[in-house]
């Protein structure tokens, strides 16, 4: 099951991406075959600590739009998903990573 977020449209896809909390961006990044789920005990963990939490169901997976072709799960795509996810989300600068 997805954490419901909200749905930002970028790269001719709607993501699903959970927005909380205020502080330093951080971007939590899901494996395979994982949704934003993983990081459900995360989240409220780290918006106390002070953060905005960014994360999103990658391509294909949880609620977000699935593309059919074997060549856009390529990891590029991935990246530059992420990179447009920010860019829409008003992120400037650097940002916290962590992936699962």
Known sequence: ??????????????FNVLVEG???DVLLVHGFPDSNSVWR??????VEAGFRVIAPDLRGF????????KADYKIDEFV???VAILDALG??????????
């Open 80 to 82: 530059a998903d992420l």
């Open 41 to 46: 005990n995360q989240i409220p963990a780290l």
């Open 62 to 69: 949880g609620e977000t739009d699935m593309p059919p072709s």
């Open 1 to 14: 099951m997805s954490i419901k977020g909200e749905r930002v449209d970028v790269r001719g896809l709607s």
């Open 91 to 100: 992120v400037r600068g650097k940002v916290r990573l962590a992936g699962h």
């Open 22 to 24: 205020e502080g330093p």
